[in-house]
Structure formats: C-alpha cells, structure tokens
C-alpha cells in the first residue's frame, strides 16, 4: 500500500453526502489546481444549440439563424444565454456544499447561496430528449449505482458490461436485472469488440465511461488491450461515425498518483517518491521529503501533483484519461475524467483480487482470520461512499464547470487503515487482533 496517499486536495469545493447510520461521509468534488485557463476547457461542444458541418443552408433566414448559433458556439459570453439550470438537477441544490479554500475550513453554504453572476453556468439542464446515457462496465460497483441514479433522474439508459466471471460468477447479477426491469437496455459485450461498442453507442448523448480490468494480477496485455485500447477503440467510434455524443466522463483513479503529498517545515509541499524498499525492511515507515530526507506531514494530493504509473492498471488508468481529455480538445467534445478515491459500497465483489480493503478485512473475519496489517497500519487512505461517487458523475455531467480537466473525487479525510480494521471487527462483532507483516523493528 502507498503510504503518502492519504486524501485528495480541497482546491475550491466538495459536496456533502446524505448522513447514513452506519458511515460518516461526504462526496468531494475538487477542481483542479488554478494555473487552468478558462480557453482550455471545452464548453462549446455542450452548447444546445449546434449545427453540423455538413449542413447546407440556402434561404436567408436559416443562414442568419445558423451565423448565430455558430457565434453561440464561440463566445462563452454569447453562449452563456442559452444555459439554464434545469429541474432534473435543482434537487441537487438542497445538498450543503462546504466551501475549501486552500489552507481555510469549511464552510456550509447551498448551491442557491451562489450568485448567477458569480457563476451562471454551474449547472446546465440536458432536455428530455438528450439524456440518453451509455454505461460501460455499468454492472459493476460504481457503474450499477450510476445506473440507479440515472434512472432515478429519469434517463434512458443503456448498459454495456461483459460479466467478467471473477466479478460475476452468477451471471446477471439481482441489481442489473432490477435496472433491466426499470426499462435500461442491456448490451453483454466487451470493450475490445468493435462491433459491440458501436452498436452501444448508437443514439446515445453522454457516455459514462466505467469500464476496466483492475487488478494487480501480472495479465499485462489484457489491462492494455481493455483500458487502453478499448478507450482509445471507443473515441475513434465516435469521431469516424460523427456520433452525437455531447459529453464523456472516464472514470480515473487515485492510483495515477505514484506516492501521496507531503508537508516539509523546511521545503513547504513536496511530492515524495516511492519509499526505499532498504528504508522499510528497517522499520522506517515514514514518507521522507526528497530535498532534505525529513519525516513529513500527510497532506491532501492536489490534481497538479506528479503522475507516474507504479502498476500496469496504473498506466492504463493514465492512458484512459489522458486520451479522453486529448481527444475532448481536439474534436470539441466535452470530457471529464474523475479520479476516484478509495470506494466502498454495496454490491462490491469479494471474488475481485482489486475488491479493497474493506472487503477484504470483512472477508478474513467472517472466515475467523484476523484481518492483515502491513507495515504499521499508520498509512492513510481517502475512503468515499459509492453513491457519493455515482452523484459526482451526475453532476459532472450536467455541469460544464469541470469540462476538459482530470479531478479527484473524494471525502477529503485521512482514515489510517488501523482504524479501518477496528471499526470493522466492531460492526462485526468479531474482534480479532490484527495480525502485522513488516512492523517496525522486524
């Protein structure tokens, strides 16, 4: 486990999540770090109004109306007057939302506490007719919640998943055919086949784009062939067949970050790499600062942080959303890629070798085996509710503040995977001591 990655940087906002009895979280939603340009983003692909290429206009009057809704196309100023916050999202306004200026504290102010002329286009309404999502991977932990969310807001939704046996060893599992039954289509296919994921993307506006093989098993052609190249299979679809997606959100992950970020007193931030594995074997745990070698502070990881890859699902995490935001750019198609933290949920495979911690601390214990600790169980991780991260793709998706940037998606809290394992054996009611591998002094 790395140890330094202890939580994403609060850079301007975070939303809060429902409180649960049995959890205390909230959803983070963090920009990205503020050197950004406004003329990066890719707004003008979401505009509601557009006109292909192709089209030829003869009488006078369409050739007016189509000069203007070019210049909608160009000026976000012009553009702005099209943008209306619509009702399908206005519920989301009851959420609290904790404002985190860099280095301040929270504070609670709704969504409507924001002034129009402060921010006019935080939220924009896709219509009726344009809120047809595709899912990939949408049986899966995060995918399926998305699913649910989607339909709850009224979605026509479209399912793409392969059923991979080690997750699915039962077939369809209970929530995707309670989601077929609520009316989604289901596409049984994989991201390597051309022909399946052309036929899913067929009629659809916003792709959520989930599916991936995870995992630190050492398949290393297959982690490429189905991130990477099944990413990059889906972007050509879309551009070859002038297909009227309006919008892609990739699911990224935490791990594009090598090691966590760390708070010297003599260098201020600095962005530690991997620990010596001499340091380690020596019961030295701590995350070092790389100018001058002094134990540092666990602080959150900003978006602007160095990105490596430690892993080959790493790489291809890096590969997926440094494509799709390439890609975004160039074709004008709005993108959004979420790093998400350490997620935990219902629905989450035991039988997946990338299931988590969580799960996996769960499984040990109903077995009577005392959860595994590695190192000094001192480490920090960023732990986010499922549904916390299913509503961050929703309001990715109809919001174009986030539009052609990479952002983490997390709490915002440091829980050390000691407390984890305690706070599991209590809700289990079976209270082993954990056992320890690489403890300090051995």
């Not at 007016?64 to 100023?77: D, E, G, I, K, N």
Request: contains cysteine.
């Amino acid at each position: 486990m790395v140890r330094g990655r202890a939580r994403f940087a609060a850079s301007r906002f975070c939303f809060d999540g429902a409180d649960r009895s049995r959890c205390d979280r909230h959803l983070g939603i963090l920009s990205t770090a503020p050197f950004r340009k406004r003329k990066q983003r890719n707004a003008p692909a979401l505009d509601l109004f557009w006109v292909r290429p192709c089209a030829r206009v003869y009488d006078p009057a369409f050739f007016v109306l189509s000069l203007v809704l070019c210049l909608a196309s160009s000026f976000p100023l012009f553009r702005s007057q099209f943008r209306r916050v619509g009702p399908d999202v206005n519920h989301l306004a009851s959420l609290p939302l904790p404002l985190r200026p860099i280095g301040g504290r929270p504070l609670s102010i709704p969504i409507s506490g924001f002034s129009p002329v402060l921010c006019p286009q935080q939220l924009m309404s896709l219509s009726p007719q344009a809120k047809r999502a595709l899912v990939t991977g949408g049986a899966g932990l995060i995918g399926s919640h998305i699913v649910d969310l989607l339909q709850a807001q009224d979605w026509s939704v479209r399912v793409l998943d392969n059923l991979e046996p080690q997750t699915h060893r039962d077939g369809k599992p209970p929530w995707l055919q309670a989601a077929i039954q609520n009316g989604a289509e289901f596409v049984e296919g994989d991201m390597r086949d051309r022909e399946v994921v052309e036929s899913a993307l067929d009629g659809i506006d916003v792709v959520f784009h989930e599916a991936a093989y995870g995992g630190y098993m050492p398949e290393i052609s297959k982690y490429v062939a189905v991130n990477s190249l099944g990413t990059a299979q889906l972007l050509e679809i879309v551009r070859e067949k002038n297909l009227g997606i309006r919008k892609i959100i990739v699911a990224s992950s935490q791990v594009v970050y090598p090691e966590g970020t760390g708070e010297c007193s003599q260098h201020g931030l600095v962005f530690p790499g991997l620990r010596p594995v001499e340091q380690l074997r020596r019961g030295d745990f701590s995350v070092r600062c790389p100018a001058c070698q002094s134990p540092t502070k666990s602080v959150p990881t900003p978006e602007f942080a160095p990105l490596g890859g430690e892993t080959v699902y790493a790489i291809t995490k890096l590969d997926q959303e440094k494509l799709v935001l390439t890609w975004g750019r160039q074709v004008g198609i709005p993108t959004v890629a979420l790093r998400y933290s350490c997620t935990f949920g219902p629905r989450q495979s035991i039988f997946n070798p990338y299931t988590g911690v969580i799960a996996i601390f769960c499984t040990r214990l109903l077995n009577n085996l005392p959860p595994v600790i590695y190192e000094d169980g001192e480490q920090t991780r960023d732990f986010s509710f499922v549904e916390d991260i299913a509503r961050a793709n929703l309001l990715a998706a109809t919001s174009d503040q986030l539009d052609g940037k990479a952002v983490n998606v997390g709490s915002g809290r440091a829980t050390t995977i000691k407390r984890v394992a305690a706070l599991i054996s209590d809700a289990l009611q079976i209270r082993l001591a954990p056992e320890g591998w690489l403890h300090a002094g051995s």
